[in-house]
């Protein structure tokens, strides 16, 4: 079963995770579920970029992002190359390291 290793976050993960997933599970499905309170303000369609992540290692194993996701990650805070939106990458059979940024362009959120 594959792993997504999430790096340490001050807000959502201080000490950083290691997750199971099931392949076909989306990198933000698996952390919901595993109590990373990951934002996601268009309900993980596609529509916002809260649940910007920047996948450091298994890239190559992820299907290519589509163009409405492409289209959404250009208004993504702290965009890198390797920078996904955790509700659209679903995880295949290799293991993932995972970084969310510390900030997002939500300027509203119901955690505070």
């Known amino acids: 079963m594959p792993r997504i290793i ?3 976050n001050e807000a959502l993960c ?5 997750l199971e997933a099931a392949s076909g599970e989306t990198i933000c499905d698996v952390m ?4 990373i309170h990951i934002e996601h303000a268009c ?3 596609c529509a916002c970029t809260t649940c910007h992540v920047i996948v450091r290692e298994g890239i190559e194993s992820l299907d290519e992002a589509d163009e409405l996701e492409e289209d959404m990650l250009d208004k993504a805070w702290g965009l890198e190359p390797d920078s996904r939106l955790s509700c659209q990458a679903a995880v295949t059979d ?9 900030y ?3 300027m509203v959120s ?3």
């Open 14 to 18: 201080p000490e950083g995770e290691v």
């Open 6 to 8: 999430v790096l340490p």
């Open 43 to 45: 309900e993980k369609s």
């Open 104 to 106: 997002t362009i939500n």
């Open 32 to 35: 919901l579920a595993n109590g």
């Open 94 to 102: 290799r293991d993932l390291v995972v970084e969310i940024p510390r």
């Open 110 to 112: 119901e955690q505070h």
